[in-house]
């Protein structure tokens, strides 16, 4: 069939297939970096993005307000009810974090895993197709944010940052199923149970924590957190709270159904978490080493 | 000026669509329904059918691409999609009439196929792991709705200002 051949559509439909496999592969592998294109066309696009995104918020954030006024009577009454019970925790919190401080001055425990400096972002955009939960913030390596960050708000754990250009970052929120996208987590039960965050129920929009030892009791509500010892994020951001328990698959494990404290869809002002630790041991391994050399 | 009318038409429903998702109220998303925009694929459909099946096909690889690089940093799947279905569009279109209605119908057709399409691919690469009934159920119906209503409020506009373009092109 030579004119089936020379069909001219068909062969390009057939080059495009091919080219789109091989792009679509060229992307998933595990990339370090972008590429410079893709770069240039991320930063100029977040410029123009952050130019109409900032006044757009601005707009919709009034209107929220004037609707936020009808329920004030409410809260206000509901508030001052939380009021009072913080007096007394804000006590608690003082003289523990100071105890907290005499002894680790004691151990002579500078650094802890949990300790991190935020930088702080303001979202720009987010992916509309909503396969891959994405948002773009306006923080780059200019500003010290790099790959692998964990990223959060004032509530709780949001993502991970999956790659970085000069003026902005694209951030992978935890409800994206991917199979890279894990973390080490503690529930913080009488004793502490480890697992690992993995997956992402779409339909009933909670987190899946998996691994937990099969006698363990895990009860409705105890707290998430992880554990800062995947090496990527700092200890003891909250994650979410235990809505069920099930068996897994064959039994050995049980998996815990976690609601995400942060609002996954309502993210406006986030946090690019920098873990103190890691980089402080880094630099000083590497002076260690540079030392070492020049000895030699 | 005029000339780059069309071009930043597109840009700002690339931006559009982005800004859909950030400003509807959390409550909407926050239920168990998908709400995806595809609102420049209802362009570049309208554009096809009323400038040129070339222009079409030209857009909806640039902005395929732009898509895949800003949105979902999978390159190749928008790219291949949108001037795909522009193109069998085209193919639609010439047999049938650039009657509002026929071209609104049939462009909401492409954004089904569009999902679809995704879908498949999403599942292929292991995005997603939605089964086709729930994704029905959650996301395409609301999907398709959504951008029905997009459609009509826009199908007017969309027409009037392509076939200006087209006129434009005529005379120069």
């Known amino acids: 069939m030579p004119q089936f051949f020379l069909n001219k559509r068909l062969i390009m439909l057939l080059v495009s297939i091919i080219v789109l496999v091989a792009l679509i592969g060229f992307s998933l592998r595990e990339r370090e970096e972008l590429t410079w294109p893709e770069k240039f066309v991320k930063d100029s696009t977040s410029w123009v993005q952050s130019l109409v995104s900032r006044p757009a918020n601005y707009i919709a954030g009034v209107v929220e307000n004037l609707q936020d006024l009808q329920n004030t009577y409410q809260e206000n009454k509901e508030l001052k009810k939380r009021v009072d019970d913080m007096a007394r925790l804000e006590a608690k919190v003082y003289s523990l974090e100071k105890e907290n401080e005499e002894l680790q001055e004691i151990l002579d425990k500078q650094e802890s895993l949990a300790d991190y400096e935020p930088i702080q972002a303001v979202r720009i955009a987010r992916s509309p197709e909503r396969w891959n939960e994405l948002i773009v913030i306006n923080k780059g390596t200019a500003n010290g944010v790099e790959k692998n960050m964990a990223v959060i708000t004032a509530k709780g754990l949001i993502g991970k940052v999956k790659s970085t250009t000069p003026f902005s970052a694209t951030v992978q929120l935890v409800s994206s199923i991917d199979p890279t996208n894990r973390i080490s987590a503690i529930l913080q039960a009488e004793e502490p149970l480890y697992g690992t965050i993995e997956g992402y129920d779409k339909k009933n929009e909670l987190l899946l924590l998996k691994g937990l030892p099969y006698d363990a009791k895990v009860e409705k509500g105890q707290n998430v957190v992880t554990t800062g010892m995947g090496g990527i994020f700092p200890k003891d951001l909250p994650i979410g709270k235990v809505v069920k328990v099930v068996p897994d698959e064959f039994g050995l494990n049980q998996t815990a159904y976690i609601k995400p404290e942060a609002n996954l869809y309502d993210v406006e002002h986030v946090m690019v978490v920098k873990k103190s630790m890691i980089s402080v041991d880094l630099e000083e391994s590497l002076k260690d080493s540079e030392g070492e050399e020049e000895g030699n | ?172």
């Open chain 2, 1 to 172: 000026m005029i000339r780059f009318l069309l071009p930043a038409l597109f840009a700002f429903l690339f931006i559009l669509e982005s800004l859909f998702v950030e400003l509807i109220p959390a409550e909407l998303f926050n239920s168990d329904r998908i709400l995806a925009p595809h609102f420049l694929m209802a362009g570049i459909l309208f554009l096809t059918a009323y400038l040129s099946p070339k222009h079409g096909i030209i857009y909806g690889l640039i902005f395929g691409f732009l898509f895949d690089v800003v949105y979902t940093e999978i390159i190749g799947i928008y790219l291949f999609v949108f001037p795909f279905i522009a193109y069998l569009f085209a193919n639609m279109i010439r047999v049938l009439q650039t009657n509002i209605l026929v071209v609104s119908i049939l462009s909401l057709a492409g954004i089904a196929l569009l999902e679809i399409g995704v879908y498949q691919l999403m599942l292929l690469i292991k995005i997603t792991d939605l089964d086709f009934s729930t994704y029905v159920k959650i996301r395409l119906v609301p999907t398709l709705i959504l951008n029905l209503a997009f459609i009509i409020l826009a199908a007017y506009p969309f027409k009037k200002q392509f076939e200006k373009a087209s006129d434009r092109l005529r005379n120069d």
